[in-house]
């Protein structure tokens, strides 16, 4: 097997002096507040987990910081590329970019970067679909689900990759907006899907790792489609692949990340934004969202589908709302969140839902305002 | 105390030798009546190849299963402290007295005239286990734990059937619980609705009520529940479901934390299972079979599985009539022989058998004590309330900063002649280990049993390779959890395993 390995040597910097990630010019002041790296005693740990666990293939490594300096003194095979230039002390997001073009152009099967949310990101961006990543964990944020919990476990998943006992399942690609946070706006986006390794069946220790594997998803989906599926009803489907296993099991063709609508067994509507949902929900008589948990952070709405906004839930109400998540990505949640900046029909819509979770099987969950999360945090 | 435990390259029985041997000589005359009489089985009947079993002499057999046992571990090695299994001791006088002929020479099909003494046993069971659980009447024909849930299920699902409430189809169970109470729930042909636990460790009574309606079927719940804290709200509880006109199960999996204390009928529990193999002593974990009695309240008894054991004042009788009973779920009497043996725990106790949830209780918190105390260990929800029958802590932060999970620690706790609580469950805590030393264990060993976790955590910190390595001392080392999890890599049979064998070659 063949492992393309890049580290981030700047990502999560900012964490331990106050900011919230190394992006762009963040870097130069973490720099300047004392910040001491994070990524390369990671790429350490992630390394000697690997030999430990007598991984077998060969490491196609970025140079240098971003990879080959962690991996002379140890007993794994690898090449160098000659990327970033010898050298290069201070890296860029460019340098991540052309590392994994160059990952593709040697074919790897598998990437494993270091970093956060924004170096998956990055990668994402020059993969898409056609390599299954996983993230050694570096970063200030890591809304992304691309993460493995630590760097032991990463190595764990690389192995079991190897042995072909790891599925590849997609997992959400988000990240936050830094220069709006500096504002202290939180505004998470999700940027795609991403391929990642996960091992199913794997009880202990590492169900972490395990989210949302094929088989929860068709239980919710089919269970939803027996018993709340009812005709004459428009259904708005959210983004997510838990979503898209009921136009699966519908035999019809949902886009991943936009709304879809079906109506009586049809797609009526395909990447619909704002406006035009408010339009169909006026043409048709009853209309229900169904949505997924989006991210780590459990949030139901104001994530990756911000068309469902405040005026469109306001028409659809609470008991037309139906909420998918599987036990595996519930497990890391503790609360969900609702964020439509409107913080009057946020308190409206917070407190127990019951989330569809598994076939006949329902979860109650507890979900709060974004607007004012203090309040009942406090409480 | 240093520990080595034995390593025998020990074959399995069918390859230990050759089939030649034989246990005991036969004389010729019992040599001429087995010939005699196979002669006269049909030619079509008879076998036509070798019967394919181990042949071995005495010796053989006896050396066999003893190296074997030197390699395994048990409560009557040392401390099992499995939280929710109840691994306590298993006192020798009841394998004595189950082991007599009396019990093991009774036959099933005997007449009920020349069974009375098991009869009269199995009824002042139910009789004892009634006023344990404060209910009204017992079935001791649920042959596991599990089984009990299940037919506790069942006769809620026929309760409602009879009342015309087939609309009642959803089970609550919180999401703290025993796994196998959704799968009972979901056998039965209920909807499992999960309920999250509050941060005192307690049921979630706000989004209990949430999802309360009219097709609630019934919650199924442990108290003290799996975090070994008693739900306080339990009336609360109990008179909410009871206002939706559901019924209250109880899983008395393990009643070590309230044994004479408190009685789940007391607490409006409408039904309860009981593991007699758990609270009662009978052993289990390999040593089954177990028996998972069920009680009921006086509005539910027709429905419990048949027979049970009536007494006329004169006899004991096997009662079939029971005119909404859901039926059989076993054979024959169910599981007798550990119901002898809890017979005779109960026995022996008598009124005494409320220490045994005073001590439990007291170990409990003995040694959870000690271990919140460790680096790198925290005690998640309720942090200031005192356990029950067993407690779970979280080794998230050692995890964190050593990258030694929960895993790597019971590992190591096997490299020093001790064995591994449960561990990641209750799911709700991250990195967990449930622990539940029982009334068993003596403060000595409570006591060597925080040493062993206090070493450990500590070397987690020196050297984080060393506990992640272990364990070294036992006769098997670390296996690959999922090649052994996986379906495909286990034999049930000698003739399975050949058939795996000759696949590889």
């Given at each position: 097997m063949r492992l393309g390995f890049v580290v981030n040597p700047i990502a999560g910097m900012g964490g331990s002096v106050g900011l919230k990630g190394t992006d762009e010019d963040?870097?130069?002041?973490?720099?300047?507040?004392?910040?001491?790296?994070?990524?390369?005693?990671?790429?350490?740990?992630?390394?000697?987990?690997?030999?430990?666990?007598?991984?077998?293939?060969?490491?196609?490594?970025?140079?240098?910081?971003?990879?080959?300096?962690?991996?002379?003194?140890?007993?794994?095979?690898?090449?160098?590329?000659?990327?970033?230039?010898?050298?290069?002390?201070?890296?860029s997001r460019e340098d991540t970019l052309r590392v994994v073009k160059a990952f593709l152009e040697h074919g790897v099967d598998l990437i494993v970067f270091v970093g956060g949310d924004g170096t998956a990101r990055d990668v994402l961006s020059v993969v898409g679909s056609e390599v299954p990543i996983l993230g050694v964990p570096s970063g200030v944020k890591m809304y992304s689900g691309v993460f493995a919990t630590s760097p032991e476990v990463a190595?764990?998943?690389?192995?079991?990759?190897?042995?072909?006992?790891?599925?590849?399942?997609?997992?959400?690609?988000?990240?936050?907006?830094?220069?709006?946070?500096?504002?202290?706006?939180?505004?998470?986006?999700?940027?795609?899907?991403?391929?990642?390794?996960?091992?199913?069946?794997?009880?202990v220790p590492s169900k972490d790792l395990v989210s949302g594997s094929e088989e929860e998803k068709w239980g919710i989906a089919k269970y939803f489609i027996e018993d709340y599926m009812l005709p004459d009803i428009l259904y708005f489907l959210g983004p997510g692949t838990t979503t898209k296993a009921i136009t699966d099991l519908l035999g019809l063709k949902k886009t991943l990340l936009g709304v879809d609508a079906v109506y009586n067994g049809e797609l009526v509507g395909r990447d619909l934004s704002e406006s035009e949902i408010l339009d169909l929900i006026r043409r048709y008589e009853h209309a229900s969202l169904v949505v997924s948990v989006i991210g780590r952070?459990?949030?139901?709405?104001?994530?990756?589908?911000?068309?469902?906004?405040?005026?469109?839930?306001?028409?659809?109400?609470?008991?037309?709302?139906?909420?998918?998540?599987?036990?595996?990505?519930?497990?890391?949640?503790?609360?969900?969140?609702?964020?439509?900046?409107?913080?009057?029909?946020?308190?409206?819509?917070?407190?127990?839902?019951?989330?569809?979770?598994?076939?006949?099987?329902?979860?109650?969950?507890?979900?709060?305002?974004?607007?004012?999360?203090?309040?009942?945090?406090?409480? | 105390m240093p520990f080595r435990q034995a390593k025998w390259d020990e074959p399995i029985i069918f390859e230990v030798s050759d089939f030649s041997k034989q246990t005991f000589l036969i004389d010729e005359e019992f040599a001429d009546e087995v010939s005699e009489a196979l002669s006269?089985?049909?030619?079509?009947?008879?076998?036509?190849?070798?019967?394919?079993?181990?042949?071995?002499?005495?010796?053989?057999v006896v050396r066999h299963y003893n190296r074997l046992s030197q390699m395994s571990y048990g409560v009557d090695v040392g401390p099992v402290p499995l939280g929710s299994c109840t691994m306590k001791y298993n006192p020798k006088i009841c394998e004595e007295l189950a082991?007599?002929?009396?019990?093991?020479?009774?036959?099933?099909?005997?007449?009920?005239?020349?069974?009375?003494?098991?009869?009269?046993?199995?009824?002042?069971?139910?009789?004892?286990?009634?006023?344990?659980?404060?209910?009204?009447?017992?079935?001791?024909?649920?042959?596991?734990?599990?089984?009990?849930?299940?037919?506790?299920?069942?006769?809620?699902?026929?309760?409602?059937?009879?009342?015309?409430?087939?609309?009642?189809?959803?089970?609550?169970?919180?999401?703290?619980?025993?796994?196998?109470?959704?799968?009972?729930?979901?056998?039965?042909?209920?909807?499992?609705?999960?309920?999250?636990?509050?941060?005192?460790?307690?049921?979630?009574?706000?989004?209990?009520?949430?999802?309360?309606?009219?097709?609630?079927?019934?919650?199924?719940?442990?108290?003290?529940?799996?975090?070994?804290?008693?739900?306080?709200?339990?009336?609360?509880?109990?008179?909410?479901?009871?206002?939706?006109?559901?019924?209250?199960?109880?899983?008395?999996?393990?009643?070590?934390?309230?044994?004479?204390?408190?009685?789940?009928g007391d607490m409006g529990f409408d039904i309860v299972h009981l593991n007699l193999h758990k609270t009662?002593?009978?052993?289990?974990?390999?040593?089954?079979?177990?028996?998972?009695?069920?009680?009921?309240?006086?509005?539910?008894?027709?429905?419990?599985?048949?027979?049970?054991?009536?007494?006329?004042?004169?006899?004991?009788?096997?009662?079939?009539?029971?005119?909404?009973?859901?039926?059989?779920?076993?054979?024959?009497?169910?599981?007798?022989?550990?119901?002898?043996?809890?017979?005779?725990?109960?026995?022996?106790?008598?009124?005494?058998?409320?220490?045994?949830?005073?001590?439990?209780?007291?170990?409990t918190n003995y040694l959870m004590s000690k271990l919140r105390r460790l680096r790198g260990v925290t005690l998640p929800y309720g942090e200031n309330r005192w356990r029950k029958h067993e407690f779970v802590v979280s080794f998230e932060n050692l995890l964190k900063e050593t990258g030694v999970s929960a895993e790597d620690v019971a590992k190591a706790l096997l490299d020093r002649g001790l064995h591994a609580p449960t561990i990641y469950f209750p799911l709700i805590v991250k990195e967990a280990h449930m622990i539940e030393v029982t009334e068993t264990e003596t403060k000595e060993n409570i006591d060597r049993l925080a040493k062993a976790y206090e070493e450990i955590v500590e070397l987690a910190y020196r050297d984080p390779q060393a506990v992640k390595s272990s364990p070294t001392n036992t006769s098997v080392k670390r296996l690959d959890v999922l090649v052994a999890n996986h379906p495909k890599t286990m034999a049930p049979t000698y003739e399975y395993l050949s058939r795996l064998r000759a696949q590889e070659t």
């Open positions: 963040l870097y130069e002041e973490a720099v300047r507040r004392g910040a001491k790296p994070v990524a390369p005693s990671r790429a350490v740990r992630f390394l000697q987990a690997l030999a430990g666990k007598g991984f077998q293939g060969i490491i196609i490594a970025a140079n240098s910081v971003m990879g080959c300096d962690y991996l002379s003194s140890s007993k794994l095979r690898f090449t160098c590329l000659d990327l970033p230039e010898p050298g290069k002390r201070v890296t190595a764990d998943v690389v192995v079991r990759f190897e042995e072909g006992v790891a599925v590849v399942d997609h997992a959400e690609v988000a990240d936050v907006d830094e220069a709006r946070l500096k504002e202290d706006l939180l505004n998470v986006r999700l940027y795609g899907y991403a391929l990642t390794p996960l091992i199913e069946g794997f009880v952070q459990g949030y139901v709405f104001g994530r990756g589908n911000q068309q469902f906004s405040a005026r469109v839930l306001r028409l659809v109400r609470k008991d037309n709302i139906f909420v998918l998540a599987t036990p595996s990505k519930l497990a890391e949640i503790k609360y969900l969140l609702i964020d439509v900046g409107d913080p009057e029909l946020e308190l409206e819509l917070s407190g127990y839902w019951r989330l569809i979770t598994g076939y006949r099987e329902e979860t109650v969950k507890l979900v709060l305002p974004a607007c004012c999360l203090d309040r009942f945090l406090r409480a | 006269k089985v049909p030619k079509s009947l008879a076998r036509g190849s070798e019967l394919k079993i181990p042949n071995l002499s005495e010796v053989e082991s007599d002929p009396r019990i093991t020479e009774l036959h099933p099909y005997q007449d009920e005239e020349e069974v009375q003494g098991v009869l009269e046993i199995m009824y002042l069971m139910q009789r004892w286990l009634s006023e344990i659980t404060g209910m009204d009447e017992c079935s001791l024909q649920p042959p596991a734990g599990a089984a009990g849930e299940f037919v506790g299920a069942l006769i809620m699902k026929k309760y409602h059937h009879d009342r015309g409430n087939d609309n009642k189809n959803e089970m609550i169970v919180p999401e703290a619980a025993h796994g196998s109470n959704p799968a009972s729930s979901a056998m039965a042909g209920f909807k499992v609705v999960k309920i999250p636990t509050a941060p005192n460790g307690e049921t979630d009574i706000e989004a209990l009520k949430s999802v309360l309606s009219d097709n609630t079927a019934g919650l199924m719940l442990t108290n003290p529940n799996t975090l070994g804290i008693f739900e306080s709200g339990i009336i609360e509880i109990s008179d909410l479901i009871h206002g939706k006109d559901a019924l209250m199960y109880y899983d008395g999996a393990n009643l070590n934390g309230i044994l004479g204390v408190v009685r789940p009662f002593a009978a052993p289990h974990g390999g040593g089954g079979p177990g028996a998972g009695a069920v009680c009921v309240k006086k509005g539910l008894v027709d429905y419990l599985p048949v027979p049970i054991v009536g007494f006329d004042g004169r006899s004991y009788k096997l009662r079939y009539d029971l005119s909404r009973t859901i039926g059989r779920v076993s054979w024959f009497y169910g599981n007798v022989v550990p119901i002898v043996k809890s017979f005779i725990y109960i026995a022996t106790l008598g009124p005494a058998l409320r220490e045994v949830a005073e001590v439990s209780v007291l170990n």
